[in-house]
């Protein structure tokens, strides 16, 4: 069983910056890959990044350039740095979590196993 908790979300303008966290405990052994996953209101889920400690990061195309994922192997706990946000950006961020090897980290939320409950991040114009 493992079980994944996000914190850091909240309301930001827009240029504004969050960083998200997501804490993994039980049974995740190495290898792992951990994930950040969102879903604005009417829309489907979509990727936002993913990490794990062996071959670094993914992201999705809409938040290149912008974010950055990193991985606290010793802690299991995987940050989302959000730079020059958008008001696109505003939804729930969820954390999830896959073992196994990957190369790349995946992008597919099929690929993940475990899920957090999700955190609301809000951006204003």
């Known amino acids: 069983q493992v079980q994944l908790v996000e914190s850091g979300g909240g309301s930001v303008q827009s240029g504004g910056s969050l960083r998200l966290s997501c804490v993994a405990s039980g049974n995740l052994d190495s290898p792992y890959s951990m994930g950040w996953f969102r879903q604005a209101p009417g829309k489907e889920r979509e990727v936002v990044a993913s990490?794990?400690?062996?071959?670094?990061?993914s992201f999705g195309d809409s938040v290149k350039g912008r974010f950055a994922i990193s991985l606290d192997s010793a802690k299991k706990t995987v940050y989302l740095e959000m730079s020059s946000l958008i008001t696109e950006d505003t939804g729930i961020y969820t954390c999830?979590?896959?073992?196994?090897?990957?190369?790349?980290?995946?992008?597919?939320?099929?690929?993940?196993?475990?899920w957090g409950q999700g955190i609301p991040v809000t951006v204003s114009s």
């Open positions: 990490v794990n400690n062996y071959e670094g990061t």
């Open positions: 999830a979590a896959t073992r196994g090897h990957w190369s790349p980290p995946p992008l597919r939320s099929n690929n993940f196993q475990h």
